[in-house]
């Protein structure tokens, strides 16, 4: 399968921005063969997405690029006052969702439980997910790598039905390196991604083998290469070094 080079915008870029930061892009990647073999993703901030659809839509040349938002509510609609609806990012063109990232769960207190609630929704209501995974610096010293890997990745087993390699990625993200310029040594991300290969392969037996799984976290134009051509290493999410479309499509086409 394809790799995956996803995108996390995070609170970044007005309407504006990110349609010009797409369009340049687009641009691009349509300049470099290595671009087709690539599945391009960006999860964009909620606003921009109706107007960044377009552009996506545009984009042509073999280039595989869709758009997915970074959070939603797991219901159809009603009293969640601030939230968004797996069918409001429907409606605007969203085709992945983003779940589980340490940001959700650690600033704004995601549970595990909801964590699950939500990967559910979102494949019922026909969305792709990516599910972020990672453990904390002190969880990791306290030598829980493992553990916490597999407390994450439990809820899991009851949508075996429900995900598939093309519907569903993983992003293993170790929290001490998103956003920190703290990139995992490369023993590390092989160990951990081993790690979660073996739980997949554990829950989901044969399917287990072809989910992909991301690699995240300071994830930079200098060090992708070395990172996608890792064993398990099937793409990666990029926080920061994915603002500008230069970066990124370097990062892309690594
Ligand atoms: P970073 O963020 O690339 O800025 O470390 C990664 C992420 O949060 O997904």
Same mark, same amino acid.
């Given at each position: 399968?394809?790799k995956?080079?996803?995108?996390?915008?995070k609170?970044?870029?007005?309407?504006t921005? /990110?349609?010009?930061?797409?369009? /340049?892009?687009?641009?691009l990647l349509?300049?470099?063969?290595m671009a087709?073999?690539?599945e391009v993703? +960006?999860?964009?901030?909620?606003?921009?997405?109706?107007?960044?659809?377009? $552009?996506?839509?545009?984009?042509?040349?073999? *280039?595989?690029l869709?758009?997915?938002?970074?959070?939603?509510?797991?219901?159809?609609?009603?009293?969640?006052t601030g939230? +968004?609806s797996?069918a409001?990012?429907?409606?605007?063109g969203?085709?992945?969702?983003?779940?589980?990232?340490?940001?959700?769960?650690? $600033?704004?207190?995601e549970?595990l439980?909801?964590v699950?609630?939500?990967?559910?929704?979102a494949?019922?209501?026909?969305?792709?997910?990516?599910?972020c995974?990672?453990?904390s610096?002190?969880?990791?010293?306290?030598?829980k790598?493992e553990? *916490?890997?597999?407390?994450?990745?439990?809820s899991?087993?009851?949508?075996?039905?429900?995900?598939?390699?093309q519907?569903?990625a +993983?992003a293993y993200?170790p $929290?001490?390196? *998103?956003?920190?310029?703290?990139?995992a040594?490369?023993q590390?991300i092989l160990?951990?991604h081993?790690?979660?290969?073996?739980?997949l392969?554990?829950i989901?037996?044969?399917?287990?083998?072809?989910?992909r +799984?991301?690699y995240g976290?300071? $994830?930079?134009?200098?060090n992708a290469?070395?990172?996608?051509?890792?064993?398990?290493v099937d793409?990666?999410?990029?926080?920061?070094?994915s603002?500008? /479309?230069e970066?990124?499509?370097?990062i892309v086409?690594?």
């Open positions: 399968m394809a995956l080079m996803a995108a996390n915008w609170m970044y870029k007005t309407r921005d /990110a349609c010009e930061t797409l369009t /340049a892009l687009c641009a349509q300049q470099s063969p087709q073999e690539r993703l +960006i999860f964009s901030p909620f606003t921009a997405i109706a107007e960044a659809v377009k $552009v996506v839509e545009q984009c042509g040349n073999g *280039i595989q869709s758009l997915g938002a970074q959070n939603f509510y797991p219901a159809v609609e009603g009293a969640f939230e +968004i797996p409001m990012l429907k409606d605007v969203a085709t992945w969702v983003l779940v589980g990232h340490s940001e959700r769960r650690h $600033v704004f207190g549970s439980s909801l699950q609630d939500k990967t559910a929704y494949l019922e209501q026909g969305f792709n997910v990516v599910f995974v990672g453990e610096l002190e969880e990791r010293e306290a030598g790598l553990a *916490i890997l597999t407390q994450q990745l439990a899991l087993a009851s949508l075996k039905e429900k995900l598939n390699a519907n569903f +993983i993200e $929290v001490w390196a *998103i956003g920190t310029g703290k990139v040594g490369e590390e160990e951990a081993a790690i979660v290969r073996k739980i392969q554990n989901f037996s044969e399917k287990g083998s072809q989910l +799984i991301l976290g300071s $994830v930079k134009p200098d290469a070395a990172i996608v051509a890792l064993d398990n793409g990666v999410l990029v926080g920061g070094a603002l500008q /479309a970066s990124f499509a370097r086409t690594a």
